[in-house]
């Protein structure tokens, strides 16, 4: 029982990081209507950011400029590259991103090499036992980060004029720019604040039991578009239940791979996959995705 | 008819007549002449040239994004081995003669595309994209655990295929004094296969269902007010495109002998992406000359990475020059769209002389999007 209590505590941690990707994924959808597939090259930029600067300036300050050096190349994606697509295909700004990401992966994949890189979080190893559970701090740490991220995230959205104008976008762009809301900034925002979601997301990707920041960790970061989709593209709500029940599925079918051997080794790392087909099946716009209604 | 010909700038005597039949004849002696990594260059890129025809059918033409080709393609290869296999090597194999096996491979790889339908025909855009996404990794865990089937990590060894009772293996035939070994027997079967793949696709985007796919992308409500089944023409072309796939793959395992996992991963997928876009997406001309781009550039980076500036061999340090071609094929896919929206194929259709010819099927990056009701846009 308490083995279960592990794998659920450690998944629900899990599933809080993909939420933060996901958050950032959906951001973007709903402020610009592109779907980045740059995405975890961003995520990997601010990783690498940190663990470059970490030795240097300590891991808080380096923390801080990873999430900056992410949500830059985040804006700088935004204002060189989709900004002068504006207007375009969607399906076509897609391949725009997948080209972006083609070339960050590169740069950054090239930049890490073989090498697996120490982020110098201050958690180190060390568990936490309570009632016979033992659980990393760093799961501990990412689950308040994630959940205190998260909620400022949620009631910035609903509060401040940037959410305001952020939703009105995604509402209909024409209308919100008739209002004088000017969508180049709303849509740079979406990608910034993404990049710098992600940047945190990275921090705990690479923390213990991860060994640290290496070529991989953007196919770990890969599973937070499972989480957005089966979520719902275009909700917020839709994201972080998207991302637990990714990180759950994940921790529980990596925790009893034992007992799945018949599914052969690594199920864990197809998991995600599994059940965003099987949501999709049922619900093709997602548990809370807005389900498409045409007027002709 | 004659508007059909006229349409594609085929006149007798039209200097696109002359220019394509000098191609196709230095195309048929050129096996005379290169040596065997040439050749071998030239079939991946055919290879891949028949893989962006599919996945341009898919995309290009009806607007689905697939980020799942690869797998389609490692059905192909890997079906072409199971079927063709005779079990020596420990590992299943039906050992069927190599053309059925090659046949069946590629009828496989559409059962594959088929059994994914209940999701392809129902899901749009980037729902269908991430979709897609899962297979790559579906067939990745597949490979790597039936062992039986696939070999695991380290592949298998891909049997010879045969028609006619010519072996297109190694053992040596002279034609006119030179030696014909694999790459050069396959040459031909390869430039036969795209020859094919390449009129088919055009008869297909030419004719009714053309016109039905690419009113689908432009509009899929108005489609199906003008009673085309949208549900089954989106089945149909990810199983026609799974089909292409399938034989690309046929021709890669034919060409490398070896299967081996790695290849068909993500990396894969986007680079056939890259094809269709830099090519010119919804042209056949297009993805053939994205294909060859995308897949022949990292080889002459790689022939000639000590010749040129800031490449250098892989493992000394600098920018190997399978980076180097990642750089310059995902700047490619930026800046075309930027740029050059239609990709190579209109660059050859707005040439001097034939002023708007219109070459291939309007592209979707110049459909106005205002005109699109809000809900389509997601």
Request: proline share 4%; charged share 10%; with cysteine.
């Amino acid at each position: 029982m308490s083995t279960f209590a592990e794998f659920l505590i450690n998944g629900i941690s899990l599933g809080s990081i993909y939420a933060l990707i996901a958050l950032g994924f959906v951001v973007i959808f709903r402020a610009t209507e592109v779907v980045n597939f740059a995405h975890a090259s961003l995520l990997l930029a601010g990783g690498y950011v940190t663990a470059v600067l970490h030795d240097e300036l300590g891991f808080w300050p380096a923390l801080l400029a990873g999430v900056a050096g992410a949500a830059v190349v985040g804006a700088a994606v935004e204002f060189f590259v989709m900004r002068r697509h504006r207007g375009a295909d969607h399906s076509v700004l897609a391949i725009v991103t997948i080209g972006v990401d083609i070339l960050l992966a590169t740069e950054l994949t090239r930049r890490i090499g073989t090498d697996i890189l120490s982020l110098g979080d201050p958690w180190g190893d060390s568990v936490v036992t309570v009632g016979g559970v033992t659980v990393a701090e760093t799961r501990i740490a990412a689950l308040l980060a994630a959940g205190l991220l998260i909620t400022a995230f949620l009631l910035a959205f609903r509060y401040t004029s940037w959410g305001v104008a952020m939703r009105a976008a995604a509402e209909n762009q024409e209308t919100a720019a008739l209002m004088g809301i000017r969508l180049g900034r709303v849509s740079i925002g979406a990608w910034a604040v993404a990049g710098g979601l992600a940047a945190v997301a990275a921090l705990f990707l690479t923390v213990f039991p991860t060994p640290g920041l290496e070529r991989a960790t953007s196919l770990a970061a890969l599973k937070a578009f499972p989480a957005a989709i089966l979520g719902g593209l275009d909700s917020t709500t839709g994201a972080l239940v998207g991302g637990l029940l990714v990180g759950v599925t994940e921790s529980l079918a990596t925790g009893y791979q034992g007992d799945l051997a018949f599914l052969g080794r690594g199920i864990g790392d197809l998991a995600p996959y599994l059940v965003m087909v099987a949501v999709l099946l049922i619900r093709p716009a997602g548990l809370f995705g807005t389900k498409e209604l045409a007027r002709v | 008819m004659s508007e059909t010909l006229a349409r594609s700038g085929l006149r007798v005597g039209s200097p696109a007549v002359y220019g394509g039949a000098a191609a196709c004849l230095v195309l048929l002696v050129l096996p005379f002449y290169l040596d065997r990594f040439w050749l071998q260059a030239g079939l991946f890129a055919m290879a891949a040239a028949l893989g962006a025809i599919g996945i341009n059918l898919l995309t290009g033409a009806t607007g689905q994004l697939s980020m799942g080709h690869a797998f389609f393609l490692a059905v192909g290869a890997y079906g072409y081995c199971a079927f063709a296999g005779d079990g020596a090597d420990g590992l299943a194999g039906l050992g069927l003669p190599g053309w059925l096996a090659a046949v069946l491979a590629v009828a496989l790889s559409g059962l594959a595309g088929g059994v994914f339908s209940p999701i392809a025909g129902r899901l749009r855009g980037a729902y269908l994209g991430i979709a897609t996404l899962a297979l790559i990794f579906i067939g990745q865990h597949v490979l790597f655990n039936a062992h039986d089937l696939t070999g695991g990590y380290n592949g298998r060894a891909v049997p010879p295929l045969s028609l006619f009772g010519l072996t297109f293996d190694d053992t040596e035939l002279l034609v006119a004094q030179v030696p014909f070994g694999a790459v050069e027997k396959l040459w031909y079967l390869g430039l036969i296969l795209l020859l094919g793949g390449v009129l088919f696709a055009r008869g297909v985007l030419r004719g009714r269902p053309g016109r039905a796919m690419n009113a689908i992308r432009d509009h899929r409500i108005a489609a199906g007010v003008m009673g085309i089944p949208v549900a089954r023409y989106r089945a149909a072309v990810f199983v026609l495109s799974s089909m292409y796939a399938g034989l690309a793959g046929v021709l890669l395992a034919l060409v490398f002998q070896r299967t081996v996992p790695e290849y068909f991963g993500m990396a894969l997928s986007l680079e056939y992406l890259a094809m269709i876009v830099i090519g010119g997406l919804g042209s056949v001309a297009g993805a053939v000359a994205g294909g060859v781009f995308v897949s022949l550039l990292p080889q002459l980076l790689n022939r000639y990475s000590d010749a040129l500036p800031l490449v250098s061999a892989p493992g000394t340090g600098g920018i190997a020059p399978g980076e180097a071609a990642r750089y310059l094929y995902g700047a490619a896919v930026v800046a075309v769209v930027l740029f050059l929206p239609g990709g190579l194929a209109r660059l050859a259709a707005r040439r001097p002389g034939k002023p708007g010819s219109g070459k291939g099927p309007k592209n979707p990056t110049h459909t106005p999007t205002t005109n699109e009701p809000s809900g389509e846009a997601r």
